[in-house]
Nanobody, 121 residues
Framework: QVQLVESGGGLVQAGGSLRLSCVVS????????MGWYRQAPGKQRELVAV???????NYADSVKGRFTISRDNAKNTVYMQMNSLKPEDTAVYYC???????????????WGQGTQVTVSS
């Protein structure tokens, strides 16, 4: 009943920037935490950034100072601005959200389909 759709990935040279977007749609009452994860080939999926419903944020050490997560609650959308990109940032980036749905007692977790980010050296 809830879908997450990412966009904004692509190919960029080292030092460049990209802005990822993730739109949440469906039977939404409120969205709690939202986050971005990434997975590079041969590596474990890792948390990149999270943002709470109140706007508090946390980042992986590897992206602090370069990436900024934000959200627009009216649009049910989470963003991640990625600056000073490095080749090691190359990965599939996944959006994640905890959603409280109408007429549901429990929060459920959902994933997007992923968007490829490739940073050339």
């Amino acid at each position: 009943q809830v879908q997450l759709v990412e966009s904004g990935g692509g190919l960029v040279q080292a030092g460049g920037s990209l802005r990822l977007s993730c739109v949440v749609s469906g039977n939404i009452f409120v969205i709690n935490d939202m986050g971005w994860y990434r997975q590079a080939p041969g590596k474990q999926r890792e948390l990149v950034a999270v943002i709470t419903s109140g706007g508090s944020t946390n980042y992986a050490d590897s992206v602090k100072g370069r990436f900024t997560i934000s959200r627009d609650n009216a649009k049910n959308t989470v963003y991640m601005q990625m600056n000073s990109l490095k080749p090691e940032d190359t990965a599939v980036y996944y959006c994640n959200a905890d959603v409280r749905e109408y007429m549901r007692h429990w929060v459920h977790n959902y994933w997007g389909q992923g968007t490829q980010v490739t940073v050339s050296s």
